[in-house]
């Protein structure tokens, strides 16, 4: 089985592009990232390709061939459907794909266009990754859910607004160098307090904003990348998955999330590591509440300590742990379908040495959490420095 | 989603139906695992000898929140509260109504029925307090 190189990443802007295609977005990343790899196009042998609310936002399904297009690769396409996590799950098939010889090559992105449709129309599509039955029909929104969760946390292992409000703040702070967030601005832990609500305790501050955006990576395996003399330090070392019951109502736990401890036990043991041993990890923080949950699920917390993390320093950009040095979804921003990708290029940018952020990593290992809806499907991948 | 013209969701629509007539059920398998139908199969084994058992008459709120930003089937009923509603072997989520949204606590016994959205009129799973 060969090892996987990550040959080049390429990332748009995050933020808000209401006027910009979904392809235009994947052409840009696509072409960063194949200039970032030093590969060319004709190489790529599959596109992997994240996208959730493309038949919303866009009227278009089928993207897989389309965005082979906008990329300028002629090769198999398919699209990946795991709301929030859909391009995690693409980057886990392109990896399965080269370590079991399928390809030597293989582009995985995501993108997303959410912005053209606004706040209310935006939080009805989001809302899709929930329940129909059972949750959308009551009401459920996609920040209602986590709220919910947020909630369930506070009863069962305490915590405060305040401890939340300090992720908001933290992740602020690490997307100030960050060129592709969409927020580089400070804000305060009063700030955040004072925001207003969506989803009770759950105000405007703990919520990710609505993201336009597009990522790419090119994966070859170890021969491809020694044959060609490629610069390729990073590898992905470990792959996993976990899942849950779609409603909230129907998991054993409203205050974890069984699908991450799931992933990221099997990532851990694929890569022959232990959460000691991370120096850094890029965590689906689309709300607040949900960096604590996946803090705890990647194990650097047991169940109930991951909440004061940030409030503490600990991982802070100057702390043992620097969790989202990228800004997080929370700062970055979240453009659903490209979120996975993007985790991948940032952790390979600051495992290489080349991000804004970089010096705060001290080690050769980082990990990637990206987490579908409010947690039924998750991704989880371990990066390290190879060479 | 609105107007009696639509399509029943079959088996979810009958659970409403249940609900609002006093006589609320859910599915449970042979291990006590309850769900909501419709259901082939028990979720949480997989066991497929399923059977309709009365609904509690009361459940206790497990986790609740006040929603303030809506998507626009829910545009006129913000600011509400949807709570899971923990009836010992099966949970529901729906909306919390005849409650001051400040005064909702975790643990608060409730009762299920069926009431609407202000912005739809579509039917909808309720609770109200005891
Ligand atoms: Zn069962």
Redesign the interface.
């Known amino acids: 089985m060969t090892g996987v190189r990550v040959a080049g990443v390429g990332l748009t802007h995050f933020g808000k592009h209401p006027e910009r295609t979904g392809r235009d977005l994947f052409a840009e990343a696509s072409a960063a990232a194949f200039a970032d790899a030093g590969v060319d196009r004709s190489a790529v042998e599959s596109l992997k390709y994240g996208n959730f609310m493309g038949e919303l936002a866009e009227h278009q399904g089928h993207q897989g061939p389309l965005m082979a297009e906008a990329a300028g690769v002629d090769a198999p396409a398919t699209r990946y459907e795991s709301a929030c996590a859909s391009s995690g799950v693409a980057v886990r098939e392109a990896v399965k794909d080269v370590r079991n010889g399928e390809a030597d090559v293989v582009l995985v992105g995501g993108a997303e266009r959410m912005n053209n449709l606004g706040t209310a129309g935006t939080t009805e599509a989001l809302a899709i990754a929930a329940d129909d039955l059972y949750e959308v029909r009551a009401g459920i929104t996609f920040p209602g859910a986590y709220a919910l969760m947020a909630r369930a946390y506070f009863e069962r292992y305490g915590g405060t607004r305040e401890d939340l409000a300090a992720i908001a703040v933290k992740n602020h702070d690490n997307a100030l160098p960050n060129e592709h967030a969409q927020f580089q601005r400070e804000i305060t832990v009063d700030e955040a307090l004072d925001a207003p609500m969506i989803a009770d305790p759950l105000g405007l501050y703990d919520a990710c904003p609505i993201t336009d955006g597009a990522s790419a990576v090119v994966l070859v395996s170890d021969e491809y990348a020694e044959a060609h003399d490629l610069d390729a330090p990073v590898a992905v070392t470990g792959t996993g998955q976990g899942g849950d019951k779609m409603a909230l109502q129907d998991r054993e736990y409203l205050a974890r999330t069984p699908a991450a401890e799931k992933a990221a036990e099997e990532a851990y043991a694929d890569a022959g590591v232990e959460a000691t041993d991370v120096a850094t990890a890029e965590v689906h923080d689309c709300f607040t509440i949900a960096e604590v949950l996946a803090l705890e699920s990647l194990d650097f917390y047991a169940p109930g300590e991951g909440i004061g993390a940030a409030a503490r320093g600990e991982t802070t950009r100057d702390g043992d742990l620097p969790v989202n040095l990228s800004g997080g979804l929370k700062a970055k921003g979240h453009p659903v379908g490209a979120t996975g990708t993007s985790q991948i290029a940032e952790l390979t940018r600051l495992l290489r040495g080349d991000h804004p952020n970089s010096d705060a990593v001290d080690g050769e290992v980082g990990v990637a959490h990206n987490a579908g809806g409010t947690v039924a499907s998750t991704t989880v991948h371990v990066l390290e420095v190879v060479a | 989603m609105s107007g009696d013209e639509l399509v029943r969701?079959d088996g979810?629509d009958d659970f409403l139906d249940a609900v609002a007539d006093g006589e609320g059920f859910y599915v449970e398998c042979e291990n006590g695992h309850g769900?909501?139908p419709p259901r082939r199969v028990c979720?949480?084994c997989g066991t497929t000898d399923l059977k309709e058992v009365p609904l509690p008459e009361s459940g206790e709120v497990?986790?609740?929140?006040?929603?303030?930003?809506?998507?626009?089937?829910?545009?006129d009923?913000v600011p509400?509260v949807?709570?899971?509603v923990d009836f010992g072997p099966?949970?529901?989520?729906?909306?919390l109504q005849d409650v001051d949204p400040d005064a909702v606590e975790?643990g608060a016994s409730v009762a299920p029925d069926v009431g609407s959205?202000e912005t739809t009129g579509?039917r909808?799973?309720v609770f109200r307090p005891r």
């Open positions: 969701d979810f769900s909501l979720p949480h497990e986790t609740h929140t006040t929603i303030h930003v809506a998507s626009p089937e829910f545009a009923d509400y949807t709570a899971v099966v949970r529901l989520t729906g909306q975790t959205t579509e909808i799973l």
